[in-house]
């Protein structure tokens, strides 16, 4: 069913990630345990919870209300499922097979494909001045493979993903082992996540394309009649903003980030670039900061008068480690980023003793 509806909001369901202290980690570990025990068996949460007791919401006719999403109120579940087990070095088989349970489910039940024919390419002119200057597009005619995440309400299967929920490439990569991160990655698992994660990237990337160069907060994908698609296995699809405000948000930047780093696909870095350059002339204010907009049609006519300490802590950084040294934060073997984009040491540790404090 292809439907688009409103969010239904819910409670912001954030795990927190393992303490380095050993004395410290079976409270946050606890958290995962809630979760699992009310899940069902295809590992995807209902994501509207009673805070006093952890049960399900239920409506006005007793019926339990079912919602999942991997963006607002969803999203930092999933991450930290992912990447406590990359925390303790990889190295812990209950915790390997929750990362690649929670993957494969996201993967099967909650991710679509289609091919999007794309019509515009982004020219961005920043050195020029007066009104020539700026993000312009030029015409062409090209399909692309691309890959979204629906929002499960209910029976209801709303095409309607947000900004939020385009983190999910990265933990695609992120599922990879890092000996596999490559161009020609060996295992048929590898190429297939790593093929996934691209057409996500692809998909959010196109989420600035038809916001002006700046992405709004949600798009609506529809289906569309084929087009001369060289896939026809795939369904053709449009996207087409819903919420067009731009909040500085990192996620794509932080996706492109992981694929660079996993690939070396000089295409992620001209997207970031792309996206960077257009932050740049509409958004940046003469002080120095950084603006939202309520509409980047206008081109940022209707500024939101603010910069998000999420902007400089997580949206620059991963613009400036995506076309950093990879020895900049090493995450094949050093570093894990939080949902924040903190960096904590991985662990050169197992964590084994860890799995009996889920169910205790």
């Given at each position: 069913m292809w439907h688009a509806a409103a969010r239904v909001s819910g409670t912001r369901c954030r795990q927190p990630m393992i303490p380095c202290s050993r004395g410290l980690r079976s409270e946050p570990i606890r958290c995962f345990g809630i979760f699992w025990t009310r899940a069902p068996a295809n590992a995807l949460p209902n994501i509207l919870l009673q805070s006093s007791n952890g049960r399900s919401l239920v409506d006005n006719s007793s019926d339990f209300i079912r919602h999942v999403n991997l963006g607002a109120a969803g999203d930092s579940y999933y991450e930290y499922i992912v990447k406590s087990y990359i925390q303790l070095g990889r190295s812990d088989p209950f915790w390997r097979h929750e990362s690649e349970r929670v993957i494969d489910a996201l993967e099967r039940i909650v991710f679509r494909r289609g091919v999007l024919l794309d019509t515009t390419e982004p020219l961005v002119d920043a050195e020029s001045e007066g009104s020539s200057a700026g993000v312009h597009f030029q015409s062409l005619k090209r399909f692309v493979n691309v890959s979204w995440p629906v929002i499960l309400s209910n029976t209801d299967v709303l095409h309607q993903p947000d900004h939020l929920s385009?983190?999910?490439?990265?933990?695609?990569?992120?599922?990879?082992?890092?000996?596999?991160?490559?161009?020609?990655?060996?295992?048929?698992?590898?190429?297939?996540?790593?093929?996934?994660?691209?057409?996500?990237?692809r998909f959010c990337y196109e989420m600035y394309l038809v916001n002006a160069g700046l992405s709004g907060e949600s798009v609506v994908v529809q289906k569309m009649t084929?087009?001369?698609?060289?896939?026809?296995?795939?369904?053709?699809?449009?996207?087409?903003?819903?919420?067009?405000?731009?909040?500085?948000?990192?996620?794509?930047?932080?996706?492109?980030?992981?694929?660079?780093?996993?690939?070396?696909?000089p295409k992620y870095r001209e997207w970031g670039w792309t996206i960077f350059q257009a932050m740049e002339w509409y958004t940046r204010v003469p002080s120095g900061g950084y603006i939202g907009c309520n509409d980047p049609h206008l081109g940022c006519k209707d500024p939101i008068d603010k910069m998000e300490s999420f902007f400089l802590a997580e949206t620059l950084k991963y613009a400036y480690l995506l076309f950093s040294d990879d020895s900049i934060l090493d995450i094949k073997a050093d570093w894990v980023l939080n949902t924040e984009a903190h960096p904590l040491r991985i662990s050169k540790n197992s964590g084994q003793d860890l799995t009996s404090a889920v169910h205790s």
């Amino acid at each position: 069913m292809w439907h688009a509806a409103a969010r239904v909001s819910g409670t912001r369901c954030r795990q927190p990630m393992i303490p380095c202290s050993r004395g410290l980690r079976s409270e946050p570990i606890r958290c995962f345990g809630i979760f699992w025990t009310r899940a069902p068996a295809n590992a995807l949460p209902n994501i509207l919870l009673q805070s006093s007791n952890g049960r399900s919401l239920v409506d006005n006719s007793s019926d339990f209300i079912r919602h999942v999403n991997l963006g607002a109120a969803g999203d930092s579940y999933y991450e930290y499922i992912v990447k406590s087990y990359i925390q303790l070095g990889r190295s812990d088989p209950f915790w390997r097979h929750e990362s690649e349970r929670v993957i494969d489910a996201l993967e099967r039940i909650v991710f679509r494909r289609g091919v999007l024919l794309d019509t515009t390419e982004p020219l961005v002119d920043a050195e020029s001045e007066g009104s020539s200057a700026g993000v312009h597009f030029q015409s062409l005619k090209r399909f692309v493979n691309v890959s979204w995440p629906v929002i499960l309400s209910n029976t209801d299967v709303l095409h309607q993903p947000d900004h939020l929920s385009c983190f999910a490439a990265s933990l695609f990569v992120l599922e990879v082992p890092p000996s596999e991160w490559s161009a020609s990655p060996t295992s048929a698992r590898a190429r297939h996540l790593l093929r996934l994660a691209d057409e996500h990237a692809r998909f959010c990337y196109e989420m600035y394309l038809v916001n002006a160069g700046l992405s709004g907060e949600s798009v609506v994908v529809q289906k569309m009649t084929p087009n001369d698609s060289p896939y026809p296995d795939r369904p053709q699809v449009s996207i087409q903003s819903y919420i067009t405000r731009y909040h500085q948000r990192p996620e794509t930047l932080e996706a492109l980030f992981y694929l660079w780093r996993a690939t070396h696909n000089p295409k992620y870095r001209e997207w970031g670039w792309t996206i960077f350059q257009a932050m740049e002339w509409y958004t940046r204010v003469p002080s120095g900061g950084y603006i939202g907009c309520n509409d980047p049609h206008l081109g940022c006519k209707d500024p939101i008068d603010k910069m998000e300490s999420f902007f400089l802590a997580e949206t620059l950084k991963y613009a400036y480690l995506l076309f950093s040294d990879d020895s900049i934060l090493d995450i094949k073997a050093d570093w894990v980023l939080n949902t924040e984009a903190h960096p904590l040491r991985i662990s050169k540790n197992s964590g084994q003793d860890l799995t009996s404090a889920v169910h205790s």
